[in-house]
């Protein structure tokens, strides 16, 4: 694809939690749960897209954006046009002149992800998100872990 798509939006009505899983340490540890807002962003789209929770951005509550540079790095960028293609199940959204579509589905996505992260932090009351991520996912059937107290720390997104 010749053409760059916009910036990646977010809606504010997340932004506190985004801020909290992209920038809070995780305990006795220099690491924060994501790297940056873009992996966040990334896994949130994954997620919605598996749970089938795809969510058009409230506008009118405002949004954020990252710019579409960062999702140039680290094949970033291929998961935007992968999961437009598995929604779509049109090709024709990978030809050029259709990356602004392509960011909008992810950009829904990702919004309907983020909702089940605040909807899993909101029921266990969100004081160790990692804790509460990782049991939405064993619950979810995406992780098979029986360890009592899994180590995150080998864990990447």
């Not at 506008?59 to 960028?77: K, L, N, P």
């Not at 909008?104 to 004081?127: H, K, P, T, W």
């Not at 990782?134 to 990447?156: F, Q, R, T, V």
């Amino acid at each position: 694809m010749s053409n760059r798509a916009a910036n990646i939006h977010r809606s504010r009505i997340h932004e506190d939690m985004v801020q909290r899983l992209a920038m809070t340490k995780l305990p006795g540890t220099d690491r924060t749960l994501f790297p940056t807002i873009r992996e966040l962003l990334c896994f949130a789209a994954l997620l919605g897209y598996s749970e089938g929770r795809r969510v058009p951005l409230d506008r009118s509550a405002g949004t954020e954006d990252v710019s579409y540079q960062q999702f140039e790095r680290r094949d970033a960028e291929d998961l935007i046009f992968l999961i437009a293609l598995a929604d779509s199940k049109d090709p024709e959204i990978l030809k050029d002149g259709e990356e602004g579509r392509c960011a909008e589905i992810f950009e829904e996505y990702a919004n309907g992800g983020l909702q089940v992260l605040r909807d899993a932090m909101l029921r266990s009351g969100g004081e160790y998100p990692d804790r509460d991520i990782l049991e939405l996912l064993k619950k979810s059937g995406y992780l098979n872990i029986e360890e009592a107290e899994p180590d995150i720390d080998g864990i990447n997104f």
